[in-house]
């Protein structure tokens, strides 16, 4: 996390009335939440401070923060779709066939404050696993 850190330090410093971040991963959110707080931008919605913040991927750590209005947006993608679909296209190329396009779409959900209720807990039930 400490090269996260740093990093998201560092953009922070050098804009630092930034208004929204996107993090291409979840693997972001611990340094994201920290960097954040160590200027007092962690704040909920409707916070003047509030800073945007949409990620991919979800702990269950995230989804809370998703909750409590910290995080706004996260796109979610199941680890067994993911896993599922890349196989059947190995399978695929390992028996000789071509695959038609090149744009493989994995389907996912994106949680927000409005759907969590709805969408959130089978995200949980999907990720308990990973987090035992």
């Known amino acids: 996390m400490s090269d996260y850190l740093k990093d998201i330090q560092n953009a ?9 971040i996107f993090a291409h991963s979840e693997f972001y959110h611990a340094a994201m939440k920290s960097a954040l707080t160590q200027v007092g931008r962690w704040v909920p919605a409707g916070d003047p401070n509030h800073v945007i913040y949409v ?10 923060d998703v909750r409590d209005g ?23 190329l390992a028996q000789g066939k071509t695959l038609v396009g090149t744009n493989y779409k994995v389907p996912g959900t994106v949680v927000d404050r409005a759907n969590y209720d709805e969408v959130a807990p089978p995200i949980y039930e999907a990720i308990a696993f990973l987090f035992e």
């Open 12 to 20: 922070l410093k050098a804009h630092p009335d930034v208004d929204a």
């Open 70 to 92: 910290y995080v706004d947006v996260f796109g979610f993608f199941s680890p067994y779709e993911c896993g599922y679909n890349a196989a059947l296209a190995i399978v695929a």
């Open 55 to 64: 990620s991919s991927g979800a702990t269950p750590a995230s989804l809370d």
